[in-house]
């Protein structure tokens, strides 16, 4: 059976050569029942979910990474934030009717940027780079090697039902230890036979064996993916605060309360006028949630 919401790692023995498979199924669904993405706009942002899976297990950190594309055009913002506990939640935003069109057209002149944010205080990572290729694997392939010098090959998937991906990547070459130099040619030329298909519906052990029955190859075992949002009421209070408090009194005039809805889970948060003067009088330096991921 087809592991579910599951993310397997995999090593060629003795070559520089590593990978990741990907498979998400009700972390997917999440997503989706709480926004009616249009078609090619869902697809584009279940790919990017797959491929935070797949970047985020390369990293050793503790914390979470968010990956957003921002553009122009029709779709303005694909936004995923993995965890390091291999949580995802994600969302995207459009301005007209999306139809289908090469990327480029659906995001404009836009830009890739990618952030670490670590637990405990720890110093704070981001990556810009432009958008450069033709589908979301190959943004993300620029990226890695042009900001991380890292060989790195992306084969992503989605649909209304499952989100997938494939990653292979590069290791340092040991000459002492790595006898086969031609190992990371033959794995991507391998690798880019896989179908949308069969990244979609077969096991990871079968993809394994349907790429590289002929290679050494092994397959660890699985470690759960699921949706978990990350808002919380004193993240609200973070994002009042960058608001600031004269904004913040505005809204309690017009309305008596504030009301604020994460747009990743669609929970609500309603604040009265003692609770958002406490907010202001009692609370440190917050690290609210990024502004696009909330509305008022």
Known sequence: MTSRDTLQR????????RGEIVRLDATWQAVLERRDYPPVLRDLLGEMMAAAA????????EGAMVMQIQGNGPVNLLVV???????LRALAQWKEDVQPAPLAELLGDGKLVITIDPKQGKERYQGIVGLEGTTIAEVLQHYLTHSEQLDTRLWL???????????????PYDSTRDS?????????????TITHHELLELPAAEIIHRLY????VRLFDGEPVSFRCSCSRERVAGVLRMLGH????????EQGTVSVACEFCGKHYMLDPIDAEVIFAAFGDLS???PSAVKH
Not at 54 to 61: D, G, I, M, V
Not at 81 to 87: G, H
């Open 157 to 171: 998937a989605a649909n209304g039902q499952h989100a997938a991906g494939m990653l292979l990547q590069r290791l």
């Open 54 to 61: 797949l970047l985020s297990a390369t990293l050793k950190f």
């Open 10 to 17: 995999f090593i060629f023995e003795e070559t520089p050569v």
């Open 288 to 290: 609210g949630a990024a």
């Open 81 to 87: 934030e993995c965890t390091s506990d291999r949580t």
């Open 246 to 253: 004269d904004e913040v009194q505005g809204i309690l005039r």
């Open 180 to 192: 086969d130099e031609d190992a990371w040619p033959r794995a991507v030329h391998l690798g880019a």
């Open 213 to 216: 029955h002929e290679e050494d």
